[in-house]
């Protein structure tokens, strides 16, 4: 049986600044076996340890579509992700996983999807996007909304304007306060509810950011006619295994790490603390 | 981590640093080799050359009429506090010996003493659980002391009454018949209220008709402080009661003031008929572990082993006879004196900015010493600004003895060697001081006991207890059949110039504490705090909060005669109205609005 | 029970413990410092204790010490190398009490299930369980409320009955029939009178209990429905003093953090017991902590412990009775003291 405990050993291939203080790592597996046999879902997450300071939960910023590199965007928070803003291309991590449930894709095909991310939330919205644009003929009408505090707080800032420049996808980014050189929507997320054309009965939204934000833009939503499985987000928790058994992440009955980290507002709804 | 059941105090039960107290000797980083400073750097050497160089230094600042001090530790054992004593009264040739938790206990010891005659703290925590009334007096025990918790709440659960005073309503007080809200600072003031009430009482104890030395002077003394209803009723239900238990916080505040309420305290037990009563209690809380066994030790700048005065000349032949040399008997500085007034510091088992009241901010004091060695298990930021690290057991490995609360001292047996090269800290500094040119006859931690129990009246028995029992046995206090003296009592009252009253929560960060700081399970919720709120935070009643428009978070500019500061707010609906709470781990940031007092009036709005 | 019980001559059960010792590492409850009975892998049969309520520490150490190493790092020329650590050690567990069996069992079921815990199965798959029935009730016991004793129909490879002279011992596993058959001459087939005398034992044993002291049935109602207000929660969370004890003696509890502790210029991933009453225990990097009230936490433990939710997860309710949440609590809030306030709205300190 195997130890759940063990990490697989990673190396980091590419390290980009997406802010001033988080930053986009991807890691190649050691064993080229780990490579090419490695599977998993946008949704999904992933422990990475930093030897020496420790595993912490990071969502896969990937699509599995694009495999050569597994990607963690990281914002710095405390010792072990200060240490991880430290290494460089060369240097060995490890990786856990995946954990959790993932995004259910297949049951999203033939509909419309609008994803709304709010700062360090696009992250797990980004891996979802990139599969959903590599097989974007599966897919009805793509739209995502994306907010940050200030313009410096926008992550894959190149890649956003890729989106844009797509002609079957439409983005509308905002950010709470502008500086000089910002020509864009100026406002928090959900007031970008009103500069495109809504379609509740046939979209599915995915919506993942900082709490308060999640709050906000799911109440909008429900407003407008989304019915409450329509709706989905991922929930964090304080985890330690990532595998079901420390309880760390329980929530009731059900555990953050097992049946999510992504859930529809229905479940969450349902969640008994 | 596994406790005995038949252990008298614990029966098998722990707090959460109890049951977690094995995690920090073990993934703390562990001083395995002594170290000296060389160009800056700390590098490993070996004992010989350390000793010799600490022996080196310090003789050149003594002969160059340089002070040289020595702090002890509430982390210690009682043969550690004794050889550091020995070390400086005895080798040192200086009074300047202290530790800086002793001023928030011992102040309050010697007023009780001084009104119960040499019958010191006295009862047990199973005093207090069997006890029908209890008095706390300020803290929140459920953190502080959870043992002295349990305790109380196993009483009340029991049917005992318990009151509580103070400034916050913490969790016991939610247990209680009733709380009186007391200002910080003003705990004297209260209990000399409830003397005031006591003595209006019928009959009571040391009254003309059951007559106590200094009655009619205390009672005039007391004669004109408001008594409320409340405070009447305290004191006819401490009267009434058989067994009452009195539990007092430590406190931060000027000793001066400390020994008036201690002598307040006592009184109060006194007129109610429970001083020296056989199962009321009246203990005094220290606020770590073995700080009544350092202070027993005579770990203080003004007295000697055995709390006895420098002068007494009985003891002063007894030391003499029994080092081989007499004591140095002048009065030295306290522990908050020494950063930057002694050329040398030798620092047992202590990481000084944990607790110095200055916090951080005495680290640059500790960097102007000339020659700093440190004696400790852990790599503390004490340990790192050191010319001379001597790498010694912790409480896992160590053996020697240690004194609870109670006066019950029990043996530390070791678990474990020390790592490496660390040895017991009994011999490192017998060893130290024999390098400084006193000699040492010990082979074992024991034959310290034992000299100790020929010099600490207190301690004569405890080397065969301590043997014999499975548990430990008391210190044996000097027998007083003197019935309690009374005296007037003077009240300190809190200037409240201003609207409201900033203070210090607690007299001890255990976060800054290696058991709690190396644990990777204890040291969370300090960790996190610390990062959440780097510039500090101020707890505040929401009724504050409302008064100012601001909301939990916000940030407020605290003022008082002696400077201002802005910081966070956390909402805590515990506290009084008024009253401001600054969590002792963040002292650093309000040392310039306190100026030196523990407590003080303050203006406070909104930051913009 | 398999109905192949033997019995063993007292006298003869020191040969039995030797011979177990030549093969597994043999835990049973010894004599302990300061007059304690505590579970310890013992070096000579005589130190095996037959008479005892159960001890305050249960036998779960043995099987997840409270710090568990898991996989050891080291960086050599390569770079980083990984070993997991795997105890697959034989280990008897002798003279365990029918709650303790009950509970490795439970144990072993939460390792076991879902993504199987390869580290720990190594170790509990290499343990032979051989209880001993309780003929008398433990002073703070309630294992009948739990079906966790005071006899076992399952559970444990070998039930031990201490019969006065004799000790009966029942297979009820395949790895139980081994090990009595192993033990050869030292056994006989039990005799009809004594298979009797062990049903009465264990008839006097339940009788013995009285009244049952922790009605789980209308507490689980409450607990799983959201039907106990938030007041009574806070009230009692004020009579605990988070101590984490409950969940380090409770022969249920496994919840555990995982940390790197360095050691000799490696690194060694362990598991450590962690206590859900700690306000740590939820708390998250970015500070937020949706459990900050002790309220909060004291409500969880007993959702853990007694929902409907997790006996239809777990097959079995949370507790298995041995009462020592009662003796351990540094406040007042044991588990029959809190499952009484659910059932009756009030608490009573």
């Known amino acids: 049986m195997d130890n759940l405990f063990l990490p697989r050993l990673a190396r980091i291939a590419l390290v980009r600044d997406e802010t001033p203080d988080t930053k986009t790592f991807g890691l190649r ?72 449930n993932g995004f259910d894709l297949p049951s999203a095909q033939g509909k419309d999807l609008l994803f709304i991310g709010g700062g360090i939330g696009l992250p797990p919205l980004r891996g979802l996007i990139w599969n959903v644009l590599d097989e974007r003929e599966r897919f009805g009408r793509v739209t995502i909304m994306y907010g940050a505090k200030t313009p410096a707080d926008l992550v894959y800032k190149d890649e956003l304007q890729e989106w844009a420049a797509r002609g079957d996808v439409e983005l509308l980014v905002t ?99 | 981590m596994a406790p005995s059941e038949n252990h008298p105090v614990s029966r098998g039960r722990l707090c959460a640093r109890g049951w977690n107290a094995h995690e920090a000797p073990a993934w703390g980083d562990r001083l395995t080799r002594p170290l000296v400073r060389r160009g800056g750097r700390l590098e490993p050497t070996s004992w010989e050359n350390a000793l010799e160089l600490a022996r080196a230094s310090l003789t050149t600042l003594i002969e160059a009429g340089k002070d040289v001090g020595v702090l002890g530790s509430a982390r210690a054992t009682n043969e550690e506090n004794y050889l550091a004593v020995r070390l400086a009264r005895g080798a040192l040739r200086t009074g300047s010996v202290d530790s800086f938790l002793r001023a928030t206990y011992q102040p309050l010891v010697d007023g009780i003493v001084a009104v119960a005659n040499g019958r010191a703290p006295a009862g047990t925590l199973a005093d207090v659980e069997a006890s029908d009334f209890i008095l706390v007096l300020e803290g929140d025990l459920a953190n502080t002391h959870p043992q002295a918790a349990h305790a109380v709440i196993k009483a009340v659960k029991a049917g005992a009454r318990l009151v509580t005073v103070g400034c916050a309503r913490t969790q016991l007080a939610r247990l209680a018949a ?256 024999a390098a400084l040119g006193l000699p040492f006859p010990y082979r074992s931690a024991n034959d310290v006991l034992r000299e100790i129990g020929e010099v600490v009246p207190a301690y004569a028995a405890v080397a065969d207890g301590t043997r014999d029992e499975a548990w430990g046995t008391f210190t044996s206090p000097p027998s007083d059949d003197r019935e309690p003296t009374l005296r007037p009592l003077a009240a300190d009252r809190v200037v409240a110039a201003l609207p409201a009253v900033l203070a210090l929560e607690g007299v001890f960060d255990w976060g800054s504490d290696p058991l709690v700081s190396l644990s990777p399970t204890l040291c969370r919720d300090h960790v996190s705090r610390r990062k959440l709120y780097p510039q500090g935070l101020v707890q505040m009643s929401r009724r504050d909060a409302d008064g100012l428009g601001v909301r939990h978070g916000w940030s407020v500019r605290l003022a008082s005669a002696h400077g201002e500061v802005a910081l966070p707010i956390v909402l805590c609906n515990e506290l009084e109205p008024g009253v401001l709470l600054v969590p002792y781990a963040f002292r650093e940031r309000v040392a310039g609005v306190l100026g030196g007092r523990s407590e003080v009036p303050v203006t406070a709005e909104k930051v913009q | 029970m398999a109905n192949e019980a033997r019995t063993i001559s007292k006298r003869d059960v020191a040969g039995w413990l030797a011979a177990l010792m030549r093969r597994a590492e043999v835990i049973a409850p010894v004599a302990a410092h300061g007059g304690d009975v505590a579970f310890a892998a013992i070096s000579s049969p005589e130190q095996v204790v037959f008479d005892f309520q159960n001890s305050l520490h249960p036998p779960k150490q043995f099987v997840l010490p409270q710090t568990d190493p898991l996989v050891v790092i080291r960086r050599n020329g390569n770079g980083i190398e990984l070993e997991p650590v795997r105890d697959a050690h034989p280990r008897v567990i002798f003279n365990l009490r029918s709650c303790d069996a009950r ?129 009574l929660w806070g009230t009692m969370s004020d009579w605990c003093l988070e101590c984490g004890g409950c969940n380090f003696v409770c022969p249920t509890c496994y919840c555990f953090s995982v940390k790197d502790m360095k050691q000799d210029g490696s690194w060694v991933r362990c598991r450590t017991w962690d206590s859900c009453q700690y306000q740590a225990f939820t708390l998250e990097a970015s500070g937020h902590n949706p459990r900050e009230r002790r309220a909060d936490r004291i409500k969880r433990r007993f959702f853990h412990k007694v929902s409907a939710q997790y006996y239809l997860r777990d097959g079995t309710v949370g507790c298995v009775g041995c009462g020592r949440c009662v003796r351990v609590c540094l406040g007042t809030t044991d588990m029959p003291a809190v499952v009484e306030a659910i059932r009756k709205g009030a608490w009573n300190g």
């Open chain 3, 103 to 231: 509970s490795l069992a439970f144990l072993y079921r939460m390792h076991a299930s879902d993504l199987p815990d390869g580290a720990y199965l190594a170790r509990a798959e290499n343990v032979t369980l051989v209880s001993l029935a309780c003929t008398v009730p433990c002073e703070l016991g309630f294992c009948t409320c739990c079906d966790a004793g005071p006899f076992l129909k399952e559970g444990t490879d070998v039930q031990l009955t201490d019969l006065g002279e004799h000790l009966l011992a029942e297979p009820g596993t395949d790895k139980g029939l081994a090990m009595l058959s192993e033990a050869g001459d030292l056994f006989r087939p039990a005799r009809p009178d004594e298979e009797r005398r062990r049903l009465e034992l264990e008839e006097a044993a339940k009788r013995a209990f009285g009244a049952e002291t922790c009605h789980f049935a209308s507490a689980m109602r409450r607990v799983s429905t959201g039907r106990v207000p938030e007041e």
């Open chain 1, 29 to 100: 597996f050691r064993d080229p076996v780990d490579q090419r046999d490695f599977r998993f879902l946008p949704g999904q997450f992933l422990e990475l340890s930093v030897f020496g300071f420790g595993e912490a939960p990071f969502c896969f910023a990937s699509s599995p579509t694009r495999p050569e590199l597994v990607e963690v965007t990281v914002r710095r928070t405390g010792q072990l992700t200060d240490a991880l803003h430290t290494l460089g291309p060369g240097d060995e991590v490890g990786l856990r996983g995946p954990c959790g």
């Open chain 1, 175 to 273: 950010v709470d306060r502008s500086n000089n050189g910002w020509t864009g929507n100026v406002g928090m997320v959900p007031t970008l509810f009103d500069k495109t054309e809504l379609r509740p009965k046939t979209t599915l939204s995915y919506v993942c950011g900082p709490p308060v934000m999640i709050k906000f833009v799911v109440q909008d939503l429900l407003m407008r006619g989304f019915a409450d499985d329509a709706i989905i987000s991922t929930l964090e928790r304080m985890m330690q295994c990532g595998v079901g058994k420390c309880n760390h992440c329980a929530i009731g009955h059900r555990y953050v790490c097992r049946d999510g980290p992504v859930f529809t507002f229905r479940q969450i709804k349902e969640l008994v603390e």
């Open chain 2, 178 to 433: 009733l709380h009186l809200p007391a200002l910080p600072g003003e705990r004297g003031f209260l209990v000399a209220g409830l003397v005031a009430a006591a003595v209006a009482e019928p009959e009571p104890a040391g009254s003309p008709e059951r007559p106590l030395p200094g009655f009619e002077a205390l009672r005039g003394s007391v004669a004109a402080l408001p008594v409320s209803e409340q405070l009447r009723q305290v004191a006819r239900w401490l009267a009434q009661a058989t067994r009452a238990g009195i539990l007092v916080g430590p406190d931060g505040g000027p000793p001066e003031r400390l020994v008036r309420e201690g002598t307040a305290i006592a009184t109060l037990a006194a007129v109610t008929g429970h001083l020296g009563r056989p199962g009321s209690a009246l203990l005094p809380l220290p606020a770590r572990g073995n700080l009544r066994g350092a202070c027993e030790m005579g770990v203080m700048p003004h007295l000697l082993p055995g709390t006895i005065p420098l002068t007494e000349a009985t003891a002063g032949a007894r030391l003499a006879r029994v080092w081989g040399r007499a004591p140095a008997s002048a009065l030295g500085l306290t522990a908050a004196g020494m950063p930057g007034r002694v050329a040398g510091l030798v620092v047992h088992a202590e990481d000084v900015p944990a607790v110095a009241p200055t916090g951080q901010d005495v680290l640059e004091a500790l960097g102007q010493t000339e020659c700093l060695v440190v004696l400790d298990a852990f790599l503390t930021p004490t340990a790192r600004a050191a010319h001379v690290v001597l790498p010694v057991a912790s409480f896992a490995e160590g053996e020697g003895t240690i004194t609870s609360l109670e006066g019950r001292v029990q043996r530390v047996r070791p678990a474990a060697r020390p790592p490496g090269e660390a040895r017991h800290g009994w011999r490192a500094l017998s060893e130290l001081s």
